[in-house]
Every structure is written in C-alpha cells, then in structure tokens.
C-alpha cells in the first residue's frame, strides 16, 4: 500500500488533533445546522452525522435515512465543512456519495461482515478513479477483537481502487460490566498501526468509553499513542439526543477539552513513556475487572455454603492454595510475602462478602 494518498487535504491533517465531531444521528435540520455552526467556531473542519443508525434490538432509533443528507449538504454550505457519514450497504454509499458526502466510515457491525465490505468495495470500485480519489473511506474495528478482520477490510476497500483509506479504533464489544463501554484492547490497534503504519488511525472515545466523562482522558491516552486523530459525538443538546446521550458532550465542552489535550512534541521507534503508561493503566483496568469477577464467583459460593450449611472458612484448603499460589508467584519473579499481602487481602474480602450472604 505504498500508493496511499492524504486522508484530507493538507490544511485539515496538519492541525494537530485531527478531529471529526457531530451527533451521534442527525435528528433534525435544525439540531445538524446547530451544531455543525458551533462546531466549526470551535475549529472542527469535519462533520460527522449519523444518517443510518444500525440498532442492536429493533424499536430503537435507527437514524432518519436518505432525507438526512440533504441536511449535511446545508451544514457542508453553510459552514465549509467536510461532512462525513457511516454507510452499511451499496445503497447508503451510492445515496451518500451522490449527496456530496466527503468521508465515509463503515461502522463495526459492517466491517465483521466481509459480506457487507465487499458489497461496499463493489460499488466504489465502480465509479471512475478520479471519484475514488475524491472520496476519503475509513473503517472501524469490528465488534469482535479480530485484527485479521479489521485487516481484511481495510484490504478490499483498497483493491477497490480507493486510496484515501483510515481506520478507527472504537473498542470491542465484551460480555458483562466492565469500566468502559468498549474495552479499548489498546494492543490490537498498536498491532495494527505496526502492520499498516501507512493508514492514519482515528480513535474515537466516545464508544470505547460509553460515558462523555471518559472522552478527555480516553482522548488524551489516544493523543499519547501517537494516534492520527479523533472522532468525537457532540450534540447541541446530548440529554435529549435520541441515540447514545450518555456518550455525547455539547461543542463548548469539546471545544475547551481540545484546548487542554497536550500534543507529545516528539515520538520515538521504542515505547514511549507514555505508551508504557497507557499499558499500566490497561492492566490496572483488567485487574479491577478480574477482582470483580472473582467476588461475584465468591458470593455465589456464599450462596452454595449458605444452602448446604456449610462454614464460610475452611483453614486448610486456603492455607494450601496460599502455598501453591505463593510458589508459583515466586516462579513469576514476584516476592513472596507481596503476593502473600495481595492474596491474602483478596481472601478477606471473599470472606467478608461470603459471611454476608450467609448471615441474611
């Protein structure tokens, strides 16, 4: 892919961070020029809208369709900005494409499904090269954490004929409650800059988070990634957006969060401190989640001894697995008496919530 060609014109990919702002969907003609105008005081070049709201469970709100576009093409005229939108399907890339759409995206239901891709890749290999090349087409990591997956659309796009090509990492879906909306899983987008280092990378916090207090420090861990830019939901009014308000901030908080973002001045081949940081934090999040799942799992023993009569401490199976656990943290190249303080502060807890369930 040595022919890659600029995802945006010069004046937009220089301003450091790049960002792509707007609501999740666009609602009205009124609630997209509102926004869009702020938007652009506050600096953003790029426009984002949603016009095709694909839902997980029917009865939620799928995004006005078609009729919406013509509500980016005012914004776009109104405020000079490039307007970007998620297509799923040959027919939304045809409509938004002969709308005057600048950017497309393939969300993260579309690109698990190479089906859909290819339908895509069909259709944009179809028009002339000089539409290809007008056209910027950026693709979100799947739902699931498949590398290859996100590869591999990424690689039909490209065999289409289209060269301005991006991709964006939005997390991956996981099963139970964790600290974010969409775990980041931050070394599957490392991977995949060492693998196509050519393609920009755009993260988007918004979905990775699921809450708009994560969005600066997700947007900060990004910027200290050396991620190439971000895609961020901003509603004029999020408490009443009609998709994903919790994930959504207005444009004065985005515009203050970009003024407060610190760009590294200097990147290195190695890891950096801040990218050694960033995995501290990753590991410092999974293991608050491991210690949450093991105190559900110690409740429902609680439950189990609580049903058979059973007492909630037994000496010796704890002092043997202490023991074998102490062994093989030593082996790990941890000392014995921190692992015996870890462990032993766990078993209390166990213990306590154990008691718990068994005393109501």
Same mark, same amino acid.
């Given at each position: 892919m040595n022919d890659i060609l600029p995802l945006f014109p010069a004046g937009i990919m220089e301003h450091k961070p790049l960002v792509m702002a707007g609501p999740c969907s666009a609602e009205s003609e009124q609630q997209v020029l509102d926004t869009a105008r702020a938007l652009s005081r506050a600096g953003v070049r790029i426009f984002r809208a949603g016009v095709w709201k694909p839902r997980t469970k029917p009865g939620g709100f799928e995004g006005i369709g078609t009729p919406a576009l013509e509500w980016l093409a005012k914004a776009k005229e109104a405020t000079g900005m490039l307007t970007a939108t998620e297509v799923a399907n040959e027919r939304h890339t045809r409509e938004a494409i002969e709308s005057g759409i600048d950017v497309l995206w393939l969300g993260a239901r579309t690109s698990a499904n190479p089906f859909a891709v290819q339908e895509i890749a069909d259709y944009l290999a179809s028009l002339p090269q000089q539409k290809r090349d007008s056209i910027a087409v950026l693709v979100k990591n799947p739902v699931n954490p498949d590398l290859e997956l996100w590869l591999g659309a990424i690689e039909r796009i490209y065999n289409a004929g289209v060269r301005r090509l991006g991709a964006i990492h939005r997390g991956f879906s996981s099963y139970g409650?964790?600290?974010?909306?969409?775990?980041? *899983?931050?070394? =599957?987008? =490392?991977? %995949?800059?060492?693998r196509m280092p050519q393609i920009p990378l755009i993260c988007d916090p918004s979905h990775i988070g699921g809450c708009r207090e994560l969005i600066a420090p997700l947007s900060q861990q990004a910027m200290d990634m050396n991620f190439d830019g971000l895609i961020i939901e901003t509603h004029c009014n999020p408490d009443a957006a009609l998709s994903d308000k919790a994930q959504q901030i207005t444009p004065d908080v985005l515009a203050y969060m970009l003024e407060t973002i610190v760009i590294?001045?200097? !990147?290195?081949? !190695?890891?950096? #401190?801040? #990218?050694?940081?960033?995995?501290?934090?990753? =590991? &410092?999040?999974?293991?608050?989640?491991? #210690?949450? *799942?093991?105190?559900?799992?110690?409740? &429902? =023993? +609680?439950? %189990? *001894? *609580?049903?058979?009569?059973?007492?909630?401490?037994?000496? +010796?199976?704890?002092?043997d697995l202490m023991q074998r656990r102490v062994d093989t943290g030593v082996k790990l190249e941890l000392d014995a008496e921190f692992v015996k303080a870890i462990l032993g502060t766990i078993h209390e807890e166990s213990v306590r919530q154990q008691v718990e369930i068994c005393s109501k």
């Open positions: 409650k964790h600290i974010y909306r969409n775990p980041p *899983k931050w070394r =599957i987008p =490392i991977e %995949f800059k060492r590294p001045t200097q !990147t290195n081949t !190695t890891e950096s #401190l801040g #990218l050694l940081r960033q995995q501290i934090d990753r =590991i &410092d999040d999974e293991l608050i989640e491991l #210690l949450a *799942k093991r105190m559900r799992v110690a409740r &429902d =023993i +609680g439950r %189990f *001894k *609580k049903e058979h009569r059973m007492s909630v401490v037994q000496p +010796g199976r704890y002092n």
